[in-house]
């Protein structure tokens, strides 16, 4: 059992790999479906004295390998991508709810509204468009009189954004991000003293931003 435990791990581990991030940011019905059969093969074979190592990762193999020709497929192929995968539905069109594609996707108010609120929007009568993504995400664009103004739109100055740098996570400094950010360790220290933060090891969180302070969480 530890032999077909270990294996069955590592070579999950890999076909996961092989198959790329999507199965978890992308994920949808059918990618869900593929994802818990390629885990049941191995917990499901653990416990089967007649299953053996080999059995295993045979049907792991064959298993990947079909999920990995269908993800090629839905890329080459439009119409194969929208039978696999779906199609997004315009749930909210021009302002107004549209029953049948509510009804046709297995959604209630409740469960919209829900998602409403995951991109901030408290309101119905706020949202011009919904799309209801393949994967059951939404995507929202509010009307003119609900969007938020933007610099453009106030004629301010703008100025070229990045992306915040972690540079210590769980009292470890991650030096990549630390260089990238002009910093050495020396200058990293000089500033925790500052804070009176003794040892990086105090820090259970600092982010590193251009033209702000660092950001620190101790534990």
Not at 80 to 95: M, Q, V
Not at 117 to 131: G, H, M, N, Q, T
Request: hydrophobic share 45%; glycine share 6%.
């Amino acid at each position: 059992m530890l032999v077909d435990l270990l294996g069955g791990y590592f070579f999950l581990f890999i076909i996961v790999k092989i198959l790329g991030k999507t199965q978890i940011s992308q994920i949808t019905p059918f990618d869900f479906i593929s994802a818990l059969v390629l885990g049941e093969f191995v917990g499901s074979a653990v416990f089967d004295p007649e299953i053996n190592l080999i059995k295993i990762l045979f049907g792991v193999t064959v298993w990947g390998l079909l999920i990995y020709l269908t993800e090629l497929t839905t890329q080459k192929s439009l119409k194969l991508r929208l039978f696999l995968e779906g199609k997004p539905s315009f749930i909210i069109h021009e302002g107004q709810l549209d029953w049948k594609e509510l009804k046709k996707n297995h959604l209630d108010i409740n469960q919209l509204q829900q998602l409403l609120r995951s991109k901030e929007v408290f309101s119905l009568r706020d949202v011009e468009y919904a799309i209801l993504e393949p994967n059951g995400s939404i995507s929202i664009l509010r009307k003119q009189e609900a969007d938020k103004p933007t610099y453009r739109d106030l004629k301010l100055n703008t100025i070229k954004r990045m992306v915040p740098l972690t540079i210590i996570s769980d009292g470890e400094v991650i030096t990549e991000h630390l260089k990238e950010s002009g910093m050495d360790y020396q200058a990293l220290v000089k500033l925790l003293n500052e804070r009176n933060i003794s040892s990086v090891k105090d820090v259970a969180y600092a982010e590193w931003e251009s033209d702000k302070d660092l950001f620190l969480q101790v534990y």
